[in-house]
């Protein structure tokens, strides 16, 4: 299940004024006011750690083809990352400044955990923390970033309306500075 939390503005001091929101009903209408479309989906098809990219789209072919009626998308493929992923941070680097796309980022989180920070046009940078079952439409043009959480783990099917459209445009904005990639979910909870 997601989390969204709505940071205090970089060096206002007010930590405390942070707010967390964990009901699944709140998440999906806090999301969707900022139109980003979440839902759940179970992942429900194990599949081995070390399978193939090819392996999870076959284990998953039914919910693609929902997925690509739903929303007009041609392809889908598979991010699958492990912290001894080769150039792993060289590959972070592309999505953990701000950023937008030509086309909608559409990601079914099947393991694993990240965190995506989205900048609205007139509004507060917010997070959201997605992990395994969780379907997120960021749409085109949306400022955001992207990072892992600590365990550097995320298994996640993408889908493309066309694979082109989804170079990242950097705004340099700096904004992302400002902000700790740091996820907050029920594993950081747990340690207190
Ligand atoms: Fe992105």
Not at 41 to 58: G, K, N, R, Y
Not at 92 to 114: P, Q
Not at 153 to 160: D, E, P
Request: glycine share 8%.
């Amino acid at each position: 299940m997601a989390s969204v939390k709505i940071p205090p503005r970089p060096g206002s001091g007010q930590a405390d004024n942070q707010v967390t929101i964990r009901d699944r009903a709140e998440v999906t209408a806090f999301l969707a006011g900022h139109g980003i479309e979440y839902e759940r989906w179970t992942p429900e098809h194990p599949v081995a750690p070390d399978a193939s990219a090819d392996a999870v789209l076959t284990a998953y072919a039914r919910e693609i083809d929902t997925l690509k009626a739903r929303g007009g998308y041609a392809t889908a493929d598979v991010i699958d990352v492990k912290p001894e992923t080769p150039n792993l941070d060289m590959m972070l680097a592309k999505f953990n400044r701000e950023h937008w796309h030509d086309e909608d980022e559409v990601r079914f989180i099947i393991e694993g955990r990240g965190l995506f920070h989205v900048h609205p046009p007139a509004g507060e940078v917010f997070a959201i923390e997605v992990e395994a079952g969780d379907l997120i439409r960021v749409p085109r043009g949306t400022h955001h970033w992207f990072d892992l959480c600590g365990e550097k783990r995320i298994r996640a099917i993408r889908l493309f309306q066309d694979t082109a459209g989804w170079t990242p445009h950097y705004t340099e904005s700096g904004v992302d500075k400002g902000f700790e990639p740091v996820c907050f979910g029920p594993a950081y909870v747990a340690r207190g």
